[in-house]
């Protein structure tokens, strides 16, 4: 599927900011789902040929590498790479002022190639220059480190230097600014300075703030109160300098003697949406002043198709990769090709776990999966509540084995215990259920997982879960899931069609139905009734993968987020 000729000569150039892009395992430069979502948009973009054009920030540092000890116990390292050898440096250089200095800012560029062959060009914002300080040129390191300080300040860079650099390369005129989480929402402060430039005193009048409007998309991605980026306006104050503080506070944004990112970016974003259905319905709760929509969330079909299913929907429906859609005719493929094809997914999968550590689990054993970021809301431990429960269903039921990964956020107490608590429980089973924890979750190793498990396990505590694309991932691959009816899952799940959800009244419940949706349904399919299990893996396929996919959801940005900006744009 490709935008025609007609339709994309009239489009703007799209420029989508992002504080972490995810492109490909060497460029360790994202952390977890948003990062991974800015990705796969930006490869579906590429695909269907929109001018669009990406800005984040370099992370000399990456995000880091996680190391596990026998305890669960995690400690990291700088994840460290060469932008020289995977990036092309290029020669404008702008300058930010921060703390009443200059900071020099540079960029690199990533060039990505859809299928189409439409290139898609990706700038990195890079400080480690000469001219700036030591501490200036730690600013592009590290991914979400350091303290509310260090983030204002890469904030700053990424916005006002973001919009700066494209400039100076060139990037003018007809352009929408789409800020993909409230991170980048500096860059409509830099904006409205330009629309107010040269008026010398005269006061800023609302016709500024809906001419900024006009050029603005925000995606907002988090209903976790803590993930809204808000620093004290003090701090602000003393980051932004005078001026433009007292602009900001012009702007009427800023609440509660605070800079909250996010209402900065709904203040000045015509276009709002969160990334499921629901999401949007609770993103309405939190901000009702706001016209808040919703466009799901997907995930680059081609990206997250492992080997043996791109070969099979290549014989079957060679149209797929062109346009994700097609995938609605996996419905046609025979079960026992589904099953072959997963049969050699997960044979990669545990491969790669004996060579990450040594384990050796046996094909025809139940396997189950999950990961994501170890953090309190997503209880990736809530599977091993009840050990012994898990115990009996393996002895009495069929055996189960577990395979999972996630990294913790350095600061993140909380995560770190839970990981421990999963190692904990993995020593009570035994090998009764062998459980496996893998080090450093990352996008090679989300490929493999996802498509090689036989179900797809997901209990955020609802309705915290935004979106969530794992699960998409793992639906490609005929995985199906069960999980929490919360973010996409909502939309994605039909009862032993697609998957299975877990019912909830309060956590206890979960737990039961956790328990019981594998005692009493899905283990006895999965041995008992393999062909009916084939079949739900084959649903999974063609009505969750035909439509989870980015190429769907970048159609309906296309749709109701750009093309409504085109005319005002223009003007």
């Avoid at 991974?36 to 540092?61: E, F, K, M, N, W």
Wanted: aromatic residues 10%; contains cysteine.
């Amino acid at each position: 599927m490709e935008i025609f000729p007609a339709v994309q000569s009239q489009l703007v150039t799209v420029a989508y900011f992002s504080m972490e892009i995810s492109l490909e395992p060497a460029i360790p430069t994202y952390s977890g789902g948003l990062g991974v979502l800015a990705g796969d948009t930006l490869r579906s973009a590429a695909d269907l040929g929109v001018p669009i054009v990406a800005v984040t920030l370099l992370y000399r540092q990456g995000y880091f590498r996680q190391h596990l000890d026998a305890s669960g116990n995690q400690t990291e390292s700088p994840d460290l790479w060469n932008p020289e050898v995977l990036l092309e440096p290029l020669a404008p250089r702008v300058a930010v002022t921060l703390e009443g200095r200059e900071v020099e800012v540079r960029a690199w560029r990533y060039l990505l190639r859809g299928l189409s062959e439409h290139p898609v060009l990706i700038y990195f914002l890079d400080t480690a220059l000469p001219e700036n300080s030591r501490w200036d040129q730690t600013l592009t390191d590290f991914l979400y480190g350091g303290d509310d300080h260090y983030r204002l300040c890469q904030e700053v860079i990424l916005g006002f230097g973001g919009v700066a650099i494209l400039k100076a390369l060139g990037w003018e005129g007809k352009i929408i600014y789409h800020l993909n989480e409230g991170h980048s929402a500096l860059l409509t402060l830099s904006l409205l300075e330009r629309q107010i430039e040269g008026r010398g005193g005269e006061i800023l009048q609302e016709a500024d703030v809906e001419a900024i409007r006009k050029l603005c998309v925000f995606t907002t991605h988090t209903p976790v109160p803590a993930g809204h980026d808000q620093y004290s306006w003090e701090m602000a104050q003393h980051v932004l300098g005078a001026e433009r503080s007292a602009l900001l506070e012009a702007t009427q944004s800023c609440f509660d003697n605070s800079l909250n990112m996010t209402y900065l970016a709904l203040r000045f974003a015509h276009y709002i949406n969160g990334v499921a259905m629901r999401h949007g319905q609770v993103s309405l709760g939190m901000f009702p002043r706001y016209p808040i929509n919703a466009i799901s969330n997907g995930v680059h079909a081609f990206t997250w198709t492992s080997l043996p299913f791109r070969n099979l929907y290549d014989r079957r429906i060679p149209e797929w990769r062109h346009d994700n859609f097609y995938l609605r005719y996996a419905v046609g493929i025979p079960l026992h090709e589904i099953q072959q094809a997963h049969a050699e997914a997960k044979r990669r999968l545990l491969a790669e776990v004996e060579k990450q550590t040594g384990a050796r689990l046996p094909e025809d054993v139940m396997t189950v999966g999950f990961a994501r970021r170890a953090t309190l809301y997503k209880r990736l431990d809530l599977l091993f509540s009840d050990p012994e429960r898990l115990k009996s269903i393996s002895r009495n039921v069929g055996p189960l084995q577990i395979i999972c990964g996630g990294k913790a956020h350095p600061r993140d107490d909380g995560g770190k215990e839970m990981i421990r608590h999963i190692f904990r429980a993995a020593q009570l089973l035994g090998d009764t259920v062998r459980v496996i924890y893998l080090e450093n979750y990352d996008m090679a190793l989300a490929l493999i997982l996802c498509a090689g498990v036989d179900l797809w396990l997901n209990t955020p505590h609802k309705p915290l879960e935004a979106s969530g694309t794992s699960g998409m991932k793992a639906a490609l691959n005929g995985v199906p899931s069960l999980s929490v009816l919360d973010g996409w899952w909502i939309e994605g799940h039909v009862e032993g069609i697609t998957g299975w959800s877990i019912e909830e009244d309060d956590s206890s419940s979960e737990i039961a139905s956790l328990y019981d949706k594998l005692e009493r349904v899905i283990l006895p399919q999965f041995y008992g009734r393999p062909l009916g299990f084939a079949e739900v893996m084959r649903s999974a396929i063609s009505l969750n993968g035909s439509f989870f996919n980015t190429q769907r959801m970048v159609s309906q940005y296309l749709n109701n987020a750009y093309y409504p900006l085109r005319t005002a744009a223009n003007d």
